[in-house]
């Protein structure tokens, strides 16, 4: 039924990537659209290395399963179904019409800062349920523009649960692993000492505040390609705005596409976003706020 849903998964209805697998949009015989996400099928005459990609992708899979049949709220998307039959690994969600956050900011069709502000609290509200109402407490792990859907409401839904984790228990502090997330939003303390906290998922989080303010992405390509020429360029949107604002210069990194905010307001709202985003990003997790901060 899936497989008729998408096509016999073709690249026409190919809507992106995450974690686990790639992701379909599909029409259920009731009409209904989906989203299904399909792992890597088989893993059968696979070498060493394949077999290993195989074993993380069902990894993802039962922990983004796992995870999202116990979590409810209306910023995190909802997992309407799966199918776990033989090497075949799918699951299904309700369908995000609206596509990513990052889209929309760099297709420039969250056009105010009313709206992209709006998008950056409902996500912020969906990261705070993990944190501190889910129980045990949930670590993302993987916060970026690109994880952040857009409903047909244009309201915000966090999604990509396949590097997720649940929270350190027994009094501990962190939990002590291996760096895993995506390069520009990782947070440089748990990359350096290993010790994963929430404080990991709200440096990401600045990381996606710094891209609504300035519109440019987590890792300024343009910039890199520059290096030879000019190496003080930086490189990532934390290097290129937190001087700025801390300068108090606020202004100077605001997205040209949209303009400046016309009301006092909203002025003050985008200033408010700034600081935060830049206490967010700070290289110690201790000095960052916690997420219900935030909101």
């Known amino acids: 039924e899936l497989a008729a849903a998408t096509d016999n998964f073709s690249d026409d209805n190919r809507i992106g990537t995450g974690s686990f697998g790639t992701v379909y949009r ?101 990261i705070e349920y993990l944190h501190t109402y889910a129980v045990p407490p949930i670590i993302h792990r993987d916060i970026k523009s690109s994880n952040i859907l857009i409903d047909a409401e244009c309201s915000a839904r966090v999604s990509d649960f396949g590097l997720s984790l649940m929270g350190p228990s027994d009094g501990e502090s962190h939990l002590s692993l291996t760096a895993a997330g995506t390069v520009g939003y990782m947070d440089p303390e748990y990359y350096r000492l290993q010790q994963l906290t929430t404080k990991s998922d709200v440096y990401s989080f600045g990381v996606v505040l710094l891209e609504i303010l300035t519109g440019k992405r987590a890792i300024i390509v343009e910039n890199r390609l520059k290096l030879r020429q000019n190496p003080q360029l930086p490189v ?50 201790k000095e960052r706020p916690s997420m219900g901060e935030i909101v």
């Open 26 to 126: 599909g029409v259920l015989p009731d009409g209904r659209e989906v989203a299904i996400k399909r792992g890597g099928v088989g893993s059968s005459g696979m070498d060493a290395i394949a077999k290993k990609k195989f074993q993380d992708k069902e990894s993802a899979f039962q922990s983004e399963l796992e995870f999202l049949t116990r979590l409810h709220h209306r910023h995190l998307v909802t997992l309407v179904g799966f199918c776990a039959e033989d090497d075949e690994r799918l699951l299904v969600y309700d369908f995000m019409p609206n596509g990513t956050q990052q889209e929309r900011i760099f297709a420039i069709n969250l056009n105010s800062w009313q709206m992209r502000i709006g998008i950056a609290l409902q996500a912020a509200r969906g």
């Open 236 to 285: 990532n949107v934390v290097d290129f705005a937190v001087p700025f604002i801390l300068a108090g210069q606020v202004i100077s990194i605001l997205d040209p596409r949209i303009g400046l905010p016309e009301e006092a307001d909203e002025m003050e709202a985008v200033l408010i976003v700034a600081e935060l985003a830049e206490e967010c990003v700070r290289l110690e997790g």
